[in-house]
């Protein structure tokens, strides 16, 4: 059974940084590429950063480009998230997605998402 | 970057009968490279179709997709109660995804 667990959202400062984790499992991980989708409170989804297979493909949202990282460690079956200077408006659930074997770009399965929060 | 237009915004309609959703885009989708999504009240979204009209594993399919270039359908027949909640259309194209805005299917 395909499983995404994503920790690490708190409640952060405007300017803070921060690491989001989802930790992958029931799939080969290092096969897929792996992404992160948020939502603030009663809006819609937003993509936020995609990464392939090896990490040498990374793909963000112009919003958050040269503010948030995504990362993975393979031995690990683990993605993250790297986001520094935060502002009021990152303030969401971020999910952690799958991508689906077809081809494009298509997320068939995804965590329970963590909650941040960026307020002084 | 390719603007999804998602309409209507609420959809009102009654156990039994068929639910049309639109999702418009501003330029025409390559590869119809387009997936629709379910997302309940507290829940992460689950993907019903892609590719514009393949249903995803475990979906009923009373769920279908249809459209090209920039005009593109999900078809809900036979509203379950479960099924009025809020539906999600998405492209992928140059290295970035974009969504709509949503449609919420609600009971009248």
């Known amino acids: 059974e395909v499983q995404l667990v994503e920790s690490g959202g708190v409640l952060v400062q405007p300017g803070g940084s921060l690491r989001l984790s989802c930790a992958a499992s029931g799939f080969t991980f290092i096969s897929y590429w792996m992404n992160w989708v948020r939502q603030a409170p009663g809006k819609g989804l937003e993509w936020v950063a995609s990464i392939n297979q090896d990490g040498s493909e990374k793909y963000y949202v112009d919003s958050v480009e040269g503010r948030f990282t995504i990362s993975r460690d393979n031995a690990k079956n683990s993605l993250y998230l790297h986001m520094n200077s935060l502002r009021a408006e990152d303030t969401a659930v971020y999910y952690c997605?799958?991508?689906?074997?077809?081809?494009?770009?298509?997320?068939?399965?995804w965590g329970q998402g963590t909650l941040v929060t960026v307020s002084s | 970057e390719i603007v999804l237009t998602q309409s209507p915004g609420t959809l009102s309609l009654s156990p039994g009968e068929r639910a049309t959703l639109s999702c418009r885009a501003s330029?025409?989708?390559?590869?119809?490279?387009l997936a629709w999504y379910q997302q309940k009240p507290g829940q992460a979204p689950r993907l019903l179709i892609y590719?514009?009209?393949s249903r995803a594993t475990g979906i009923p399919d009373r769920f279908s997709g249809s459209g090209s270039g920039t005009d593109f359908t999900l078809t809900i027949n036979r509203l379950e109660p479960e099924d009025f909640v809020v539906y999600y259309c998405q492209h992928y194209g140059s290295s970035t995804v974009t969504f709509g805005g949503g449609t919420k299917v609600e009971i009248k």
């Open positions: 330029q025409s989708v390559n590869n119809n490279y």
């Open positions: 997605a799958k991508d689906h074997v077809a081809a494009g770009m298509y997320f068939d399965y």
């Open positions: 590719g514009a009209s």
